[in-house]
């Protein structure tokens, strides 16, 4: 594709790109943190390995909640409202139809993604704080009505399902991106290094 028929446009600020980056590293951390932990099951390394995982896990609540507050105050293309897209959802279910028109900022259906993603964060937050309590001590819920024995079996499976799912989208959105680049001709992933969107 032609660059001088390409648009470009600074739309997305620092804030938004710094957390977007420093929480992808921490789900990479959790991620890679909780399959090790498994690996050393029963091992002499096993305590250690899922304590860095909850401070792991420390670190992308704290990015979450960055997220959330900047996605309440910050510019125009940081806030949710730019990724509330229900007319173009509903258009998808109802008549399989895609958005035709290209908008600056982010896509309305990978918003719908995105904004199920941060649900099941947020689900993996409060279960693995709740693990931390039953199973290691540590946290803010030791003490707590949700440190409770049961509770910590009954949050184990939905905590590892979600993980799962995330690893998952993980590998999609990178390969979406490598299937915009190499096809589209549109190098969308820069986007989030830059803050500059291209558009055809």
């Avoid at 938004?16 to 090790?36: D, K, M, T, Y």
């Avoid at 990978?110 to 309590?133: E, K």
């Avoid at 991106?177 to 290094?193: D, E, K, N, T, Y």
Wanted: no cysteine; hydrophobic share 50%.
């Amino acid at each position: 594709m032609n660059g001088s028929k390409q648009e470009r446009r600074r739309i997305y600020d620092p804030v938004l790109r710094f957390l977007h980056w420093s929480n992808a590293a921490a789900i990479v951390v959790l991620l890679a943190s909780g399959w090790g932990a498994e690996l050393f099951e029963h091992g002499a390394g096993e305590r250690a390995v899922r304590i860095f995982h909850v401070y792991s896990g420390y670190a992308l609540i704290v990015g979450l909640v960055a997220r959330l507050a900047w996605g309440l105050v910050g510019p125009r293309h940081a806030r949710f409202t730019d990724m509330w897209h229900p007319r173009t959802w509903r258009d998808l279910v109802t008549r399989f139809r895609l958005p035709t028109d290209h908008r600056w900022g982010h896509d309305p259906i990978a918003s719908a993604v995105y904004l199920g993603v941060y649900g099941m964060l947020a689900v993996m937050a409060v279960t693995g704080l709740a693990l931390a309590a039953t199973e290691l001590g540590m946290g803010p819920l030791v003490g707590g009505a949700l440190d409770q024995v049961w509770l910590g079996k009954l949050f184990k499976e939905p905590h590892e399902f979600i993980a799962n799912f995330i690893a998952a989208f993980v590998v999609v959105h990178v390969g979406a991106l490598w299937v915009h680049q190499r096809f589209g001709g549109i190098p969308v992933a820069q986007s989030m290094w830059t803050g500059v969107q291209i558009r055809a």
